[in-house]
T-cell receptor
Framework: GAGVSQSPSNKVTEKGKDVELRCDPISGHTALYWYRQSLGQGLEFLIYFQGNSAPDKSGLPSDRFSAERTGGSVSTLTIQRTQQEDSAVYLC???????????FGPGTRLTVL | AQKITQTQPGMFVQEKEAVTLDCTYDTSDQSYGLFWYKQPSSGEMIFLIYQGSYDEQNATEGRYSLNFQKARKSANLVISASQLGDSAMYFCAMRDNQGGSEKLVFGKGMKLTVNP
């Protein structure tokens, strides 16, 4: 079956602009995660959605970052007023209830000029 | 808080040889899970193997096995019969259940190069 998909694969934006990154999880997976991978920080957790429960937003680095998940499926990560330090690869993952492994998408490479 | 340590920045191995990638962890939880992921140059994170803290046997998945030593808090990945396609970054991770989520905490990763 289809894996996790993310779009766009690459995004170049100017400092101060807003960006939206999209994630389509594996069909039937109830849990969805966003992570960020940057050279200096490694892989960092950003946000977690599980079904209809309140999301765990503890990893979001600032209030410029937000995410939503509509209908328990597709998720959008929004970064407002982008800064150069936001440049990174943003990875989305999903998992099935009761199973531990998370399956990752190919990521969106964000470059803020 | 959970912490994963991978101290080997890089390793080289000859094709068809076995290689062990080191991972140590720190947690105060009694129940936890450990993971290994592979990230080739294409960038995608590929799940390799999972070990639960209460699993009595070491996990195995094909050429991958996890050498789990609970008392030493280590979860080393063993790759048998290395192949050229095994060249990649490898990340050890632990599940963190604090806050109700099941987020993964990753180590810094290590780069494996398989030579022909």
């Amino acid at each position: 079956g289809a894996g996790v998909s993310q779009s766009p694969s690459n995004k170049v934006t100017e400092k101060g602009k807003d960006v939206e990154l999209r994630c389509d999880p594996i069909s039937g997976h109830t849990a969805l995660y966003w992570y960020r991978q940057s050279l200096g920080q490694g892989l960092e957790f950003l946000i977690y959605f599980q079904g209809n429960s309140a999301p765990d937003k503890s990893g979001l680095p600032s209030d410029r970052f937000s995410a939503e998940r509509t209908g328990g499926s597709v998720s959008t990560l929004t970064i407002q007023r982008t800064q150069q330090e936001d440049s990174a690869v943003y990875l989305c993952a999903s998992s099935s209830l009761g199973l531990p492994e998370q399956f990752f998408g190919p990521g969106t490479r964000l470059t803020v000029l | 808080a959970q912490k994963i340590t991978q101290t080997q920045p890089g390793m080289f191995v000859q094709e068809k040889e076995a290689v062990t990638l080191d991972c140590t962890y720190d947690t105060s939880d009694q129940s936890y899970g450990l993971f290994w992921y592979k990230q080739p140059s294409s960038g995608e994170m590929i799940f390799l193997i999972y070990q639960g803290s209460y699993d009595e046997q070491n996990a195995t998945e094909g050429r991958y096995s996890l050498n789990f030593q609970k008392a030493r808090k280590s979860a080393n990945l063993v790759i048998s019969a290395s192949q050229l396609g095994d060249s990649a970054m490898y990340f050890c991770a632990m599940r963190d259940n604090q806050g109700g989520s099941e987020k993964l905490v990753f180590g810094k990763g290590m780069k494996l190069t398989v030579n022909p």
